[in-house]
């Protein structure tokens, strides 16, 4: 009897990878005499936005990155209008340029994703540092129902506005409370991003909350090649970057290791940036696509060396949970799939590996057959709730 099993990640790939940009939103801060550090999202396509420098200076260097932008619904409070620089902030809604614009990512492959309402509130408005001088919004809902129906608000107006549905999302600077996952786990999401994890080898993903919602980790930093030498905008820490310089090469050495461990162990790899280096504090903003792009490149030509699938956080979790929720069962030439997970919104493809050349041939006459990947025989087929039947068939080589 062939033995089949279902395949780690799609396609039989070794790993997982997503960029995820933080802040993606109608907002403009004009701190720099160049417009796509200034922008946030506020350009949308624009020649000159923050768009179209990622398309420019990696999309095109590496068109296999999917990206999942985590976009706060409401005018971005950590955009601070007291700030002395010009600055713009819209809500989903507000621009018909901008729902559109989202549609468009959405069209191209990557994600759009839950970042929260206005993001939370500063301490101080007139101080525009957000240094001990800002609540981020999940440190604020001292009511569930209240965190529930904010939340809920913006997986509607992503819905009405844009089209889109959203099912997935991240705590604004990872900070939370006791109520925050059963907020999360009340409004229906697939997935949701709660803590960082930076090269910690902790496991990759988790579940919580009765819906079983995929944790999904954030696990290294996109300036983790540039981190020693990049300028700040902070006199005292430059200074020392003055001094750290010089390391940055043997600390690279560290990070590449970082890389091929998870890849290794088959995680899943998440790569942390922003949108944009500009803050109202004329400050650079830590982790930034713009300051960080040499990192990028370093980080991606060296993961083309590895067997990685790259893939939107949704597409990522929602594999995983097919992955985890069902069982295969092999008798003789006849194989079931199982699933018996939290409902799925759609039928998503399942992975199945074996030795041998082999072919499923699905009760209704459909045949998948497979394809050598990673030493291995593989097959991708479409699995939703409940069983799935096939026979296999031993094909020659």
């Given at each position: 009897?062939?033995?089949?099993?279902?395949?780690?990640?799609?396609?039989n790939?070794?790993?997982?990878?997503?960029?995820?940009?933080?802040?993606?939103?109608?907002a403009?801060?004009?701190?720099?005499?160049?417009?796509?550090?200034?922008?946030?999202?506020?350009?949308?396509?624009?020649?000159?936005?923050?768009?179209?420098?990622?398309?420019?200076?990696?999309?095109?260097?590496?068109?296999?990155?999917?990206?999942?932008?985590?976009?706060?619904?409401?005018?971005?409070?950590?955009?601070?209008?007291?700030?002395p620089?010009?600055?713009?902030k819209?809500?989903?809604?507000?621009?018909?340029?901008?729902?559109?614009?989202?549609?468009?990512?959405?069209?191209?492959?990557?994600?759009?994703?839950?970042?929260?309402?206005?993001?939370?509130?500063?301490?101080?408005?007139?101080?525009?540092?957000?240094?001990?001088?800002?609540?981020?919004?999940?440190?604020?809902?001292?009511?569930?129902?209240?965190?529930?129906?904010?939340?809920?608000?913006?997986?509607?107006?992503?819905?009405?506005h844009?089209?889109?549905?959203?099912?997935?999302?991240k705590?604004?600077?990872?900070?939370?409370?006791?109520?925050?996952?059963?907020?999360?786990?009340?409004?229906?999401f697939?997935?949701?991003c709660?803590?960082?994890?930076?090269?910690?080898?902790?496991?990759?993903?988790?579940?919580?909350?009765r819906h079983?919602?995929?944790?999904?980790?954030?696990?290294?930093?996109?300036?983790?090649?540039?981190?020693?030498?990049?300028?700040?905008?902070?006199?005292?820490?430059?200074?020392?970057?003055?001094?750290?310089?010089?390391?940055?090469?043997?600390?690279?050495?560290?990070?590449?290791?970082?890389?091929?461990?998870?890849?290794?162990?088959?995680?899943?790899?998440?790569?942390?940036?922003?949108?944009?280096?500009?803050?109202?504090?004329?400050?650079?903003?830590?982790?930034?696509?713009?300051?960080?792009?040499?990192?990028?490149?370093?980080?991606?030509?060296?993961?083309?060396?590895?067997?990685?699938?790259h893939?939107?956080?949704?597409?990522?979790?929602?594999?995983?949970?097919?992955?985890?929720?069902?069982?295969?069962?092999?008798?003789?030439?006849?194989?079931?799939?199982?699933?018996?997970?939290?409902?799925?919104?759609?039928?998503?493809?399942?992975?199945?590996?074996?030795?041998?050349?082999?072919?499923?041939?699905?009760?209704?006459?459909?045949?998948?057959?497979?394809?050598?990947?990673?030493?291995?025989?593989?097959?991708?087929?479409?699995?939703?709730?409940?069983?799935?039947?096939?026979?296999?068939?031993?094909?020659?080589?």
């Open positions: 009897m062939m033995e089949v099993s279902i395949a780690r990640w799609f396609d790939h070794q790993c997982a990878s997503v960029l995820m940009i933080d802040d993606l939103s109608d403009y801060i004009g701190v720099y005499p160049e417009s796509w550090k200034n922008d946030w999202g506020n350009l949308c396509d624009q020649p000159g936005s923050a768009w179209r420098f990622l398309e420019e200076h990696l999309l095109a260097a590496f068109p296999e990155i999917r990206i999942t932008f985590f976009v706060p619904y409401a005018r971005h409070n950590v955009v601070n209008e007291n700030a620089f010009e600055t713009r819209y809500g989903v809604g507000e621009r018909a340029e901008f729902s559109a614009f989202l549609r468009k990512l959405a069209a191209l492959g990557h994600e759009i994703a839950h970042h929260g309402s206005n993001h939370g509130r500063y301490i101080d408005p007139a101080n525009v540092s957000t240094y001990r001088n800002f609540v981020h919004e999940w440190e604020l809902f001292d009511d569930e129902e209240e965190g529930i129906e904010v939340t809920r608000r913006g997986i509607e107006l992503f819905r009405e844009a089209g889109i549905d959203v099912v997935g999302g705590y604004c600077g990872y900070r939370q409370r006791d109520n925050s996952a059963a907020i999360i786990d009340a409004c229906g697939e997935y949701w709660s803590g960082v994890n930076f090269l910690s080898g902790e496991p990759g993903v988790g579940y919580f909350g079983s919602v995929l944790d999904f980790p954030t696990n290294f930093p996109g300036n983790a090649f540039v981190r020693l030498s990049y300028r700040t905008g902070n006199l005292r820490k430059d200074r020392r970057k003055k001094l750290t310089r010089f390391l940055q090469p043997f600390y690279n050495i560290g990070q590449y290791r970082a890389l091929d461990a998870l890849c290794d162990a088959g995680e899943i790899i998440s790569v942390q940036e922003h949108i944009s280096p500009a803050t109202s504090s004329g400050l650079t903003q830590s982790a930034n696509i713009v300051s960080d792009m040499a990192s990028l490149h370093r980080l991606y030509r060296h993961l083309r060396g590895r067997s990685v699938w893939a939107n956080c949704r597409d990522i979790a929602r594999y995983a949970r097919l992955r985890d929720g069902t069982t295969l069962v092999m008798d003789d030439d006849r194989l079931t799939l199982r699933y018996t997970g939290t409902p799925l919104a759609e039928a998503c493809e399942l992975s199945l590996v074996a030795t041998d050349p082999f072919e499923l041939v699905a009760g209704d006459g459909r045949r998948f057959g497979s394809r050598t990947k990673n030493g291995s025989e593989v097959a991708n087929i479409p699995v939703g709730c409940g069983e799935s039947r096939f026979r296999v068939v031993r094909r020659d080589g």
